[in-house]
């Protein structure tokens, strides 16, 4: 029996673990793109910044990061990007709104 319980606890750490992130919504994304990225990033559908500085949403969409490259981003940020406070829900929310521009 207690082999059995420990095979289920290894089996259920290996799916977790291997569980996808919880999907983010991309309606609150692209608010938050709005509200804090647009003053600097060029955000579909908005008239954004001129095309020289940081890469549009759409090149990072298509930049080939992972959403978990994304996330680690956007949970450090470097180089001349402000230093938000996103939560984990908003960064979702941020990756979800650029995976939609793929």
Not at 68 to 96: C, K, N
Request: proline share 8%.
């Amino acid at each position: 029996m207690t082999k059995l319980v420990l095979a289920a606890s290894a089996w259920l750490a290996v799916t977790a673990l291997a569980a996808p992130a919880v999907a983010g919504d991309v309606r609150n994304g692209a608010q938050l793109a709005q509200i804090w990225c647009a003053s600097c990033h060029v955000i579909p559908g908005t008239d954004g910044p001129a095309l020289q500085g940081p890469p549009s949403f759409r090149a990072i969409a298509h930049s080939g990061k992972t959403p978990d490259q994304l996330q680690v981003f956007l949970e450090h940020p470097h180089g001349s990007m402000p230093q938000l406070s996103l939560t984990r829900a908003e960064i979702a929310d941020l990756i979800a709104y650029i995976d939609s521009l793929r």
